[in-house]
C-alpha cells in the first residue's frame, strides 16, 4: 500500500531531456525528504539529486549540476527530476526513495521500482 511510482524513463538522444516523476501512493512526501539514485548496469548505485521535505535545500552529484533539476510538488505527493542536456554516462535505472529526515541522514525507507533512461545515439 505504501508505494513509489517512477515514471518519464524512455530513450532519447544525446542533448535530449526528460523528466522524471516520482508519485507516492498510501503516504504523504511531506515530511519526507526525497531522493534520486540511479545504477547503470555493473555499477554500484550512486545518489543523482535530493530535496528536502520543504522543498528548500536540494543536493546533486556533481555529475549533473546544471543539467539536472529536482523539484517538488507536495499537494500533488509527486516529486521531479528535469534532466537536460543527457549525456550516454546518464543511462541507467533510476530511482526514487523517500526518507523521513535529511537528505544525507540514513537509511532509506522507501523506493521505487525504479525506471530505465537511456541516452544513445
Known amino acids: 500500500q505504501l508505494q513509489l511510482v517512477e515514471s518519464g524513463g524512455g530513450l532519447v538522444q544525446p542533448g535530449g531531456s526528460l523528466r522524471l516523476s516520482c508519485a507516492a501512493s498510501?503516504?504523504?512526501?511531506?515530511?519526507?525528504?526525497i531522493g534520486w539514485f540511479r545504477q547503470a548496469p555493473g555499477k554500484e548505485r550512486e545518489g543523482v539529486s535530493c530535496i528536502s521535505s520543504s522543498g528548500g535545500t536540494t543536493n546533486n552529484a556533481d555529475s549533473v549540476k546544471g543539467r539536472f533539476t529536482i523539484s517538488r510538488d507536495n499537494a500533488k505527493n509527486t516529486v521531479y527530476l528535469q534532466m537536460n542536456s543527457l549525456k550516454p554516462e546518464d543511462t541507467g535505472v533510476y530511482y526514487c526513495?523517500?526518507?523521513?529526515?535529511?537528505?544525507?541522514?540514513?537509511?532509506?525507507?522507501?523506493w521505487g521500482q525504479g525506471t530505465q533512461v537511456t541516452v544513445s545515439s
Open positions: 498510501g503516504f504523504t512526501l511531506d515530511y519526507y525528504a
Open positions: 526513495a523517500a526518507i523521513r529526515g535529511r537528505c544525507l541522514s540514513g537509511v532509506y525507507d522507501y
